[in-house]
């Protein structure tokens, strides 16, 4: 039973920043992209981040170009997403995700494996 653990999540102010980290556990799959995606009330889960497995290759929705950082630290099976001068539209639950097989980066229906979720809010 492969499950993802976030953690990071919490309430901010406009400008600061937060580290969620995404940690896998209980399978031996090879995760060959992790990603991001975030979930305001009322809206659609969508993209936000993603890494190859090497950690050599990323791509972010444009939103978030220059603010954040997605990383992986493969010795401990985690991934990372380093948000920097947050705005109140970043205010979502953010969820990490793996494929299991390779698959269209952006695509929602590509990753197998889903983390519970992290708050984080951003007031102004």
């Known amino acids: 039973q492969v499950q993802l653990i976030e953690s990071g999540g919490g309430l901010v102010q406009a400008g600061g920043s937060l580290r969620l980290s995404c940690a896998v556990s209980?399978?031996?799959?090879?995760?060959?992209?992790m990603g991001w995606f975030r979930q305001a009330p009322g809206e659609e889960r969508k993209f936000v981040a993603v890494v190859n497995w090497i950690g050599d290759r990323t791509d972010y929705v444009d939103s978030v170009k220059g603010r954040f950082t997605i990383s992986r630290y493969n010795a401990k099976n985690t991934a990372y997403l380093q948000m920097n001068n947050l705005k109140p539209e970043d205010t979502a639950a953010y969820y990490c995700?793996?494929?299991?097989?390779?698959?269209?980066?952006?695509?929602?229906?590509?990753?197998?494996?889903w983390g519970q979720g992290t708050q984080v809010t951003v007031s102004a």
């Open positions: 209980g399978g031996t799959l090879d995760y060959h992209v």
């Open positions: 995700a793996v494929q299991a097989r390779l698959g269209a980066w952006h695509d929602i229906r590509s990753y197998d494996y």
